[in-house]
């Protein structure tokens, strides 16, 4: 079959055209793999990977890289917060850095931003730390959080309502979840969605929801499937963990971090560098938790970080009565017929800000049972205003049965979205294995160490000195028996006399 001359014509400019695509898009790979390649070999860098010593000891400043729906708000209230005064807490910003990290009492630093602002901190005196979750539970988790957020403002009458409520929050300095990264871009979003659908269901009159799944309500909000599927998602929340311990998230002070993100988020195999280097990163943090091993976690960091800070804090305490003790005999001598008054109160004044660890008291073990404490408090407090929010929405609610509920393929489908992620949450399992051996391994240790010191003064100890303590501890022991028996036959009559 011959073909006519305009055929033919079209046909070769169908060819050039398919050419010339194939061309722009291996061209366009080839300047992605230059940009990811190039942020990589910084990033790997001396100067950008430069390590402590002892990555083990802490440092003069502590970041707190939370990652969103870790649990990261339970270890700042219930640990950080007992450990640190108000005063050695860094002004929080959750956009970009509002604070001068060369002022000396800044300790502590608990914030959303990515591994990136450490750009701005000073990096032989940080130690970092972060908390790491299953993949697919912290995205179930951010999408069930921007529900109940947004869920919140369906008080109003209509969505211009709520804008200009938050605004005002927002005006009077007040932080507000909408100032706080990702949920400035997450929670409007859903908000807006909300607010559509339920002005769809006054339009329709009568609603009548038959499905009792939540994560596929679609006349109430909007279904899993779909959330996971849009830009907002793919851009914020897939390899979200990777990305902020990365440094290359959406609020990034990184210049190139928006195009290295994309470069990766378009070419899946180019995200095998960025891996590499969060998983560099994640070797040389003081501390990694995993918020599924909810109380080895604790206790870990108890151990490592806890232990330390309390130690520190025991040192700056001595350092400090030693310096008043030599301050005041100085001016004792100098300024005889001055009035220490102001000194007595600038003393007390200073140890009333102190928290409970700032005594010298406080131990691992009081630590723990602190958070124990506090997580009850924190965690009915949560899950009250959780109920209050999803009632606005109701039947739609998320627990940790509801879950069980999400099909198989939608798990899939979160894995699939989420492979570095995924790689990421497998590494930091072996780093949390070796880490809580070592620390196991450390308290046996020490406990085989004071029960040899206690074998040693007592071998040092003279025979004579030995036998009339083992003497003492007998007949204090033969007393105590006397007492209990003494006891139970008092109870024995009485029981017989009534």
């Given at each position: 079959m011959r073909m006519d001359p305009i055929s033919k014509l079209a046909l070769v400019w169908l060819t050039l055209l398919g050419s010339v695509l194939v061309s722009f898009a291996e061209l366009e790979f080839g300047h992605c793999e230059r940009v990811v390649k190039k942020w990589a070999d910084t990033s790997t860098s001396p100067r950008e990977e430069h390590l402590n010593k002892d990555k083990r000891s802490l440092q003069d400043l502590l970041f707190f890289l939370h990652v969103p729906r870790t649990g990261g708000r339970t270890y700042f209230h219930c640990f950080l917060r007992k450990l640190y005064d108000n005063a050695e807490e860094c002004p929080r910003s959750y956009d970009k850095l509002h604070f001068d990290p060369r002022k000396q009492k800044c300790k502590l630093l608990a914030t959303h931003d990515d591994y990136s602002l450490m750009s701005k901190l000073p990096r032989e005196r940080t130690s970092v730390m972060t908390i790491v979750r299953d993949p697919v539970a912290r995205v179930l988790s951010t999408y069930e959080f921007s529900v109940e957020v947004a869920a919140r403002f369906l008080v109003h009458p209509n969505l211009t309502s709520a804008t200009r409520m938050s605004g005002r929050i927002r005006k009077n300095n007040v932080i507000?979840?909408?100032?706080?990264?990702?949920w400035k871009y997450l929670v409007p979003w859903m908000r807006e969605d909300l607010f559509a659908r339920r002005d769809a269901r006054k339009r329709k009159g009568v609603v009548i929801i038959e499905d009792d799944n939540p994560y596929d309500m679609e006349e109430m909000l909007m279904p899993l499937h779909k959330y996971l599927d849009t830009p907002t998602a793919h851009d914020i929340i897939h390899n979200g963990a990777t990305f902020q311990?990365?440094?290359?998230?959406?609020?990034?002070?990184?210049?190139?971090?928006?195009?290295?993100?994309?470069?990766?988020?378009?070419?899946?195999?180019?995200?095998?560098?960025?891996?590499?280097?969060?998983k560099r990163r994640l070797d040389s943090m003081l501390y990694v938790g995993l918020t599924e091993e909810h109380r080895e976690s604790a206790s870990l960091f108890a151990n490592v970080v806890g232990s330390q800070v309390l130690s520190q804090l025991v040192t700056s305490n001595t350092t400090a009565k030693t310096k008043t003790t030599k301050q005041e005999a100085s001016l004792t001598v100098s300024e005889s017929g001055s009035d220490k008054s102001e000194i007595q109160n600038g003393t007390s004044e200073a140890a009333s800000n102190k928290i409970e660890a700032k005594s010298g008291n406080m131990t691992v073990k009081t630590l723990m049972e602190v958070y124990e404490g506090c997580i009850g408090h924190l965690r009915k407090s949560q899950g009250t205003r959780r109920v209050n929010s999803l009632k606005r929405i109701s039947p739609a609610?998320?627990?940790?049965?509801?879950?069980t509920r999400v099909p198989n393929e939608v798990i899939h489908q979160i894995k699939s979205l989420n492979n570095l992620d995924m790689e990421l949450y497998k590494y930091a399992k072996e780093i949390f294995v070796k880490e809580h051996e070592l620390v196991s391994n450390k308290m046996v240790s020490t406990s085989m160490r004071s029960i040899v010191d206690l074998q040693n003064v007592f071998g040092e100890m003279e025979g004579e000195k030995l036998w009339k303590l083992v003497s003492v501890a007998l007949m204090l022991l033969l007393l105590f028996l006397l007492f209990l028996f003494v006891n139970a036959r008092r109870r024995i009559t009485s029981k017989v006399k009534i």
């Open positions: 507000s979840t909408l100032d706080i990264w990702p311990i990365a440094g290359l998230t959406n609020n990034s002070h990184l210049s190139e971090a928006h195009e290295v993100r994309h470069c990766v988020q378009k070419y899946k195999n180019l995200g095998e560098p960025v891996l590499q280097v969060a609610n998320f627990t940790r049965g509801t879950r």
